[in-house]
Nanobody, 121 residues
């Protein structure tokens, strides 16, 4: 089995910073990409930031210049440093991994349980 465990999140004032971390564990053959999505109340889940195994990144336009995604391939971890937070960043943030487990060569999408980020004005 594969698990994604998130940490970080919480309540912060506008302009503040938070750091989210996520660790993938279990029967993992390889991980293509890891990243973070978020879902605000009444809205669809959206991509925040994604990083591939070779370090290529892409970000939502709304977070460019404020958020930074990083990854440790050896530890199967991904972090999201969030600076200059805004009230509109308030959402549940989900870690995502695109990976192949040992028992199957196909690519699967795994999700963490989600962590709440609340930015007060």
């Amino acid at each position: 089995q594969v698990q994604l465990v998130e940490s970080g999140g919480g309540l912060v004032q506008a302009g503040g910073s938070l750091r989210l971390s996520c660790a993938a564990s279990g029967s993992i053959r390889s991980i293509n990409a890891m990243g973070w999505y978020r879902q605000a109340p009444g809205k669809q889940r959206e991509l925040v930031a994604r990083i591939t195994s070779d370090g290529s990144t892409n970000y939502a336009d709304s977070v460019k210049g404020r958020f930074t995604v990083s990854r440790d391939n050896a530890k199967n971890t991904v972090d999201l440093q969030m600076n200059s937070l805004k009230p509109e960043d308030t959402a549940v943030y989900y870690c995502n991994a695109e990976l192949r487990p040992y028992y199957d060569s196909r690519l699967y999408f795994y999700w963490g349980q989600g962590t709440q980020v609340t930015v007060s004005s």
